[in-house]
């Protein structure tokens, strides 16, 4: 195996590279931070192969330019250490991906106006979903497999028994044009969560334009905020393997052109893929989400074959519970989707909706708006069909549930319109999600639930995840965030 022996040098290939594009100085024009690269030192880290390893402490700097080649293993023991303002491509060949394995550490704490950016070494203009692997976690708190090797074909396990394990820092960081499928059912995601422990800290990151899921965590406890995933082809927030973190203030926002042939999905979450109920049990507790879909007009959508939908995969809903998944969502909006709700036993011994009436898995305090379809009580076959909506499904069990007085969910509105926000939160590279003063996410949050009085969540009035008093340009997402990230120069 490869190895970096000296973090001075990095043992790669060092060339300088001028910025053949001329680009305005101006922070805006960098898309909230993330430097410029000309007249910068370029580092290459890694040499293309899949088994490259950094065996010691480094530290990556803003003054410099890096490419990831191949397949990077920060190996047990060790810490990357990225300064804020760097840019890290990735390269398409190769595809590129960094693994931090179980005992290491990555510790990439960018500031507001000076993120961390991960990106595609394409040229603006011919940036795609899955250019790259993207970022690999791996911890040594619980899941309910024992140990178990993180997919996407990389050879690193994940797992133990340390729930409070620390493998470093995500804040103040964008990851783009990652995600890759290794093969059928067997991906790298953009940010990929393997058993990591609720000492690592997350918290501001933004994944754009994946090429499979934006998060997906596999076991674990870490917990996590203001998450964005924009432009996503698989599933935007995926949870699997018990994992059982907190999250608040997340957003997801579809681009119309990528949907995934599986069916693409705001939340997908499985407590493992045989359906069982076996412990720990996927049960996250998630509050203060906004999931905005690709559909525009529900009297007009077609999810596939035509200018509304996409021609590469199928949209399917904002929020699908299956698999004996004990998921929980409090206080948030679901709105744009084919489907809003599905909450499924779709496997033999899957206990998912029995678990949903006896109170382990809670959609509580939500809004819905805009879908085709509010609800359905089981997921159609993805493969040769060209629709998600079941007509003959009546969605009886997950209408009765989310109806249910105690859980506090609005009626369903018919239209993005009747939410009443301050712009559109489907203009793809300038989108506005917060509630104007009148508006039904304004107010409404319930927070009596036991799951909910954790002090990690902000007891916040509203629902979705903006305040009123908030506007697109003044809000957490101001400064670090990129909604064009196809045509930004780095």
């Known amino acids: 195996m490869k190895a970096i022996f000296k973090s001075a040098v990095l043992v790669a290939a060092i060339t300088t590279a ?21 007249n910068k030192e370029t580092v290459n880290i890694g040499d293309g192969s899949n088994a490259y390893e950094i065996n010691e402490n480094m530290t990556l700097t803003a003054d410099k330019n890096y490419n990831l080649l191949g397949w990077v293993y920060v190996t047990a ?15 398409k060949e190769s ?33 795609k979903p899955g250019d790259w692997g993207g970022i690999i976690l791996l911890g040594k708190a619980t899941n309910n497999k024992g140990e178990m090797t993180i997919e996407g ?23 783009e044009y990652a995600g890759i499928e290794y093969s059928t059912d067997n991906e ?52 699997d393997n018990g994992y059982r973190g907190k999250l608040q203030f997340l957003v997801g926002l579809r681009d119309p052109k990528y949907a995934d042939k599986s069916s693409s999905n705001g939340f997908e979450s499985d407590n493992e893929s045989g359906g069982q109920p076996i412990d720990p049990r996927t049960r996250p507790i998630f509050a203060n989400v906004s999931l905005f879909g690709p559909v525009d007009n529900p009297a007009t ?26 998921l929980n969502l409090f206080n948030s909006v679901i709105a744009a989707w084919p489907i809003g709700l599905i909450i499924e036993n779709d496997k033999s011994g899957s206990t998912t909706q029995e678990d949903a009436t006896a109170g382990f898995c809670n959609v509580m305090g939500n809004v819905m708006a805009g879908t085709r379809k ?21 969605g009886t069990f997950v209408t009765d549930y989310w109806n ?71 809000n957490w997402m101001s400064g670090w965030t990129n909604f064009d990230p196809q045509n930004t120069v780095y």
């Open 18 to 38: 001028m910025c053949m594009t001329s680009c305005n100085d101006k922070e805006d024009d960098l898309g909230g931070g993330g430097n410029s690269g000309a």
């Open 77 to 91: 023991g060790n810490t990357l250490t990225i300064e804020p303002g760097t840019v890290i491509k990735g390269d």
């Open 95 to 127: 595809k590129a991906t960094l693994i931090i394995e179980r005992g290491a550490r990555l510790v990439a704490e960018g500031e507001q106006n000076n993120p961390i950016v991960f990106t595609s070494a394409q040229a603006p203009g011919m940036r």
């Open 153 to 175: 074909g990389v050879r690193s396990a994940h797992g133990g028994s340390d729930d409070s394990d620390n493998s470093g820092i995500l804040k103040y960081v964008r990851v």
């Open 188 to 239: 790298i995601n953009s940010v990929t969560f393997g058993s990591v422990g609720s000492g690592t800290q997350v918290d501001y990151v933004q994944v754009s334009y994946s090429g499979d899921d934006s998060y997906e965590w596999f076991g674990g406890t870490v917990n996590c905020k203001h998450l964005v995933a924009l432009g996503t082809w698989d599933d935007d927030f995926d949870t």
């Open 301 to 326: 959508y077609v999810d596939e074959g035509n200018t509304h939908g996409s021609d590469m995969g199928i949209f399917q809903t904002g929020v699908q519970i299956r698999r004996s998944s004990e």
């Open 374 to 394: 509010n609800f359905q009580d089981a997921a159609l076959n993805p493969k040769n069909r060209t629709d998600v909506v079941n007509p003959a499904d009546a």
């Open 404 to 474: 249910k007085s105690t859980r506090k969910n609005s009626q369903p509105l018919a239209s993005l319109a009747e939410l009443m926000l301050q712009g559109d939160p489907l203009n793809i590279n300038n989108p506005d999600f917060c509630p104007s003063s009148t508006s039904p996410l304004a107010s409404g949050a319930d927070w009596s639930h036991a799951y909910v009085q954790d002090a990690f969540f902000s007891h916040v009035s509203y629902r979705g995840a903006f305040a009123p008093e908030e506007s697109a340009s003044n």
